[in-house]
């Protein structure tokens, strides 16, 4: 189990990176993530090592503004990775927003790998009124 010290660290570095999409400042990529970093995106798309996610932001960040990208929450698991829900609010074309989690594990302090999945942001209850 990782210790408590490095647990903030790595917490601060799942903010820092959320928050480097905000700011459209991605300098401190290097000391976020191993260059080998396995990234999915919750629509499918990978990048193996940082040579290409750096690729994918550089081209992503010249179309896309992110106006939110809000975490609720991020816990630790039991085997050290960490699970981080979230709201994700863009703008491209037309803007769009929807809710996600990430699955993340570091290694030497550094992001080792990021799996992401997503859900609608808007809810309903379908059976609220038939039970």
């Given at each position: ?5 490095q647990t ?64 609720s929450q ?40 990021i799996v ?16």
């Open positions: 189990m990782h210790t408590t010290e903030i660290a790595n917490k601060q570095t799942i903010r820092n990176y959320f928050n480097s999409w905000l700011k459209k400042d991605f300098s401190e990529l290097d000391s976020w993530f191993n260059q080998d970093v396995y990234y999915r995106e919750c629509y499918g798309a990978t990048y193996e090592g940082l040579n290409e996610l750096k690729a994918y932001i550089n081209s992503k960040s010249k179309e896309q503004t992110v106006l939110r990208w809000d975490i991020i816990e630790q698991t039991t085997t050290g990775k960490f699970v981080v829900t979230w709201f994700f609010d863009a703008k491209e074309k037309q803007e769009y927003c929807f809710d996600g989690v990430s699955l993340i594990a570091f290694s030497d302090n550094k992001i080792k790998s992401e999945y997503s859900t609608k942001h808007e809810t309903y209850r379908p059976y609220k009124d038939k039970v």
